[in-house]
């Protein structure tokens, strides 16, 4: 009896210490996941061309996040949606491409006409992650190249806005920004900054608690260019 009263005590010690190893375990591994995630990049990518005298390139590197979790879902479906809102450039480039390749100005002086968007991941710890995009544009006349980027929050897969990594209050935020555009770029993009929303702002993140404003490919001021600064943040 005495025995079978151990053998009874000693197995459920067992089953507590299984419950807290597994339990343990998976509170590590959900700490993990939530400090940094691993990502693929995919090239969606058309290309054309016609007697050397005229090409057409389209490529968007779509980034995806590994994993099944609801945040990172949601990530990856916002991901998703940045691709699609490029496939209309795509469209006017190829249609473009189509009209123009037989003209005979393209004979003489052959051209290429392009919409890319490349990503690198700029920021991926402390539960975030930032991809950066490089986006150029051209069909003929005046080339566009902006950049920007997509912070998420891997815990609940949230995109970020700049209100919520910008160092700093959020009262002042817009006018530090203007301030520190006027000091490094014109002054003349003061007022207009000042009319920007919040969700206008184009930016990504870096370590070290730093953020950078992504302005173009027209300038607040006008004028067809791209600039970009860092301010403080508040991810390290």
């Known amino acids: 009896m005495k025995a079978e009263k151990f053998f009874r005590h000693a197995w459920m010690i067992c089953l507590v210490l299984i419950a807290v190893l597994a339990f343990g375990g998976t509170n590590s591994m959900a700490a993990a996941e939530a400090s940094k995630v691993s990502y693929t990049i995919t090239n969606k990518s058309k290309k054309a061309s016609y007697k050397n ?10 980034p995806q996040l590994k994993g099944s979790s609801a945040a990172i879902k949601k990530i990856n479906k916002s991901l998703q949606e940045d691709y699609k809102n490029t496939l209309s450039g795509k469209s006017m480039v190829f249609e473009s491409y189509e009209n123009w390749k037989y003209r005979s100005i393209y004979q003489r002086y052959p051209d290429k ?3 890319t968007t490349t990503c690198k991941v700029t920021y991926n710890q402390n539960g975030y992650i930032c991809f950066r995009f490089f986006s150029q544009w051209y069909i003929g006349g005046v080339y566009n190249g902006w950049v920007y ?15 919520d990594v910008l160092a700093g209050s959020k009262s002042t935020m817009k006018k530090r920004i203007a301030q520190t555009y006027s000091r490094r770029v014109s002054s003349a993009g003061y007022a207009p900054i000042m009319q920007m929303k919040y969700s206008d702002f184009k930016f990504y993140i ?3 608690k730093k953020v950078a404003l992504c302005f173009g490919p027209y300038q607040p001021m006008g004028g067809n260019g791209r600039t970009a600064f860092s301010m403080a943040g508040k991810l390290k």
């Open 53 to 62: 005298r005229l090409s057409a390139n389209y490529l968007y590197q779509l």
């Open 113 to 115: 006409f392009f919409y």
């Open 149 to 163: 980027g997509l912070t998420y929050r891997l815990s609940d897969g949230k995109k970020m806005g700049i209100q």
């Open 206 to 208: 870096m370590p070290g």
